[in-house]
């Protein structure tokens, strides 16, 4: 028997971040193989026209919940939706409410967080630092906690080159900078912001490292583990392969290659793709919990969920087989979906620049308004634009993470427990998963019908016509040019128009 499903049996469960990706993952893992579970409260921020409970019941209706409901038909009634707001004091949660999670739960698992790359500064505070620092403070207060589990991101640490499973120290302590965030206005916020980052890239990165400390010295008198998983992609076999809601990661270059208007993107073929599967990081997750709880480590452990050092993939071999299967199971014609709808169909380290990127769109525009449809394709390539520079730093890098914590917990799981919660990424199949992505992505995401490929290759073919007129008009445009300016392009203009007539 599982230790690990038996542990979760009975237990009250209180997940952050539920309504995102891994949240959804994590609540469907936990359902499915611990269907005897207590309950599970979810932290759910208001919206306008939805209740909590029919918020709750738009997360069930996915896909991904469909087995789930065959083992455990009364799951709505095991989901306990908390009104709650991360940018509130004590998260704006309701004195009742505060006092049954206070009481009850056992195990958090902290997933919310703003994953937005260019968030300002104060926001991503907010979100990656301060409600940690609150939730910790809320978990310091329950009598039966017995573990809690913070995702963080591999990628906090990504101004070093080899990154242990250590917490590293920060220029400025995250208090300091919580503080301060309380009087500073937003401009000189915004002018420090490029200091206090320092070498990482972005506002992401550095306030989940701050995130990190908060959770070392909050958390210092708990049972406490901390997951770094690398960049996370689609779903390897659990609950079945290919399963993605959203645009995060390599999920928003796929529908970008699959609808065909941009040709490259600039990256570094070699480096390696830390690409990790949904299940992967849930399954290590739900094994850190378990080993947190039941064996009570005397330090905070951190466990790197990625793939580079045991089963490396590099962007040139995960963009061939993109396109591989590509070839197979071509995408819909564009916009469709118009918030799928930014593109490129290789990874090379060559690249266009801007103008040959939006050319082609602005062409596109011109044939949709012709045909009575409306021009959207330049707005779109230039999101596009924006999102790929931002993940120009992630795809230019590679790095080295030690995994001695995540290999000691494997060893520690029965084998029934290394079958139901593997997250031995020696065993990933990179080809078969990359397909299993594309699927995913084509069928879940933008919920094309496979019925409908053939009409999609014939929509790619006219998407490369159109690409392949406009570089050849690009360069006679630029060859006359030269020829007006430059005496050396007119001899060899010349000279070519003279063995012609020869």
């Given at each position: 028997?599982s ?8 237990k009250s469960?209180?997940?952050t971040g539920?309504t995102?990706f ?17 309950i599970?409260y979810i ?7 939805q ?7 738009q ?5 991904l919940f469909e ?13 306990r939706p ?20 206070l009481?009850s ?24 630092v301060t409600?940690t620092?609150?939730l910790?403070?809320m978990?310091?207060?329950m ?5 809690f ?31 301060s965030m ?7 916020i915004?002018e420090?912001?490029?200091k ?8 992401y990165t550095?306030?989940k ?8 010295q ?5 049972n406490?583990?901390?997951?770094r998983?690398?960049?996370?992609g689609?779903?390897w076999?659990?609950?079945f ?5 959203n645009?995060?990661g390599p999920?928003?270059m ?20 830390d ?5 992967t ?9 378990w ?7 005397k330090?905070?452990l ?6 580079g050092n045991?089963?490396?993939?590099n962007?040139?071999?995960?963009g061939l ?13 564009a ?6 709808n ?6 090379t ?10 050319a082609?769109?602005?062409?596109y525009d011109?044939?949709?308004?012709l ?8 707005k779109?390539?230039?999101?596009m634009l924006?999102?790929?520079s931002?993940?120009e730093?992630?795809v ?41 992505y ?8 933008l919920?094309e019908d496979?019925a409908g ?5 014939q ?6 016509n159109?690409?392949?007129l406009f570089n050849?008009a ?6 006359r040019?030269l ?20």
């Open positions: 028997m230790m690990i499903a038996a542990f979760y049996s009975s469960i209180l997940i539920a995102g891994l949240g959804k993952v994590l609540m469907e893992k936990l359902f499915r193989t611990s269907p005897d579970l207590k599970i932290l759910v921020r208001p919206k306008a026209g209740t909590l409970q029919q918020r709750v019941f997360i069930l209706n996915s896909k087995k789930v409901k065959e083992i455990c038909p009364d799951v709505h009634e095991k989901i908390i009104s709650a707001d991360l940018n509130q004091h004590d998260f704006g949660i309701s004195k009742e409410d505060m006092e049954e999670l009481s739960t056992n195990v958090i698992f902290h997933c919310a967080a703003t994953v937005r790359f260019d968030d300002p500064l104060r926001h991503a505070v907010q979100l990656n409600a620092q609150q910790l403070f978990a310091s207060q009598p039966k906690l017995e573990a589990i913070h995702l963080s991101t591999a990628f906090s640490n990504c101004n070093l080159q080899h990154i242990d499973e250590v917490i590293y120290p920060c220029s400025v302590e995250p208090k300091k900078i919580i503080d309380e009087w500073l206005d937003d401009a000189i915004d420090i912001t490029p206090l980052i320092g070498d990482r890239p972005n506002t550095y306030t490292a701050l995130g990190e400390i908060v959770v070392q909050e958390g210092a008198n708990m406490v583990a901390i997951i998983p690398s960049i996370v689609a779903t076999q659990e609950p392969p290919g399963w993605v809601d645009l995060n999920s928003g796929i529908i970008a290659a699959g609808k065909g208007f941009l040709r490259s993107i600039k990256a570094t073929p070699l480096a390696i793709a690409l990790i599967p949904a299940d990081v849930i399954n290590l997750t739900l094994a850190a919990g080993y947190t709880a039941v064996h009570r480590p330090s905070t951190i466990y790197h969920c990625t793939s045991l089963n490396p993939c962007w040139l071999k995960m087989h993109v396109l591989e299967t590509f070839e197979k199971v071509p995408f819909e014609k916009f469709r979906r118009p918030k799928a930014f593109t490129t169909t290789s990874f380290n060559h690249y266009w620049n801007a103008v040959s990127h939006r082609p769109a602005v062409i011109i044939y949709l308004r045909t009575g449809r409306k021009p959207r394709v330049t779109l390539m230039n999101r924006r999102m790929l931002m993940l730093y992630f230019n890098h590679s790095w080295e993470w030690s995994t001695h914590n995540t290999e000691m917990l494997m060893s520690m799981l029965s084998p029934e427990d290394q079958r139901m919660f593997n997250f031995d990424v020696r065993q990933l199949n990179w080809l078969e998963y990359i397909e299993n594309v699927l995913g992505v084509k069928k879940y995401l919920k496979m490929i053939p009409e999609a290759r929509h790619l073919k006219r998407l490369r159109i690409h392949y050849v690009l360069f006679l445009i630029i060859w040019l020829i007006a300016r430059w005496q050396m392009a007119r001899n060899i203009w010349f000279f070519i128009s003279s063995l012609h007539t020869l």
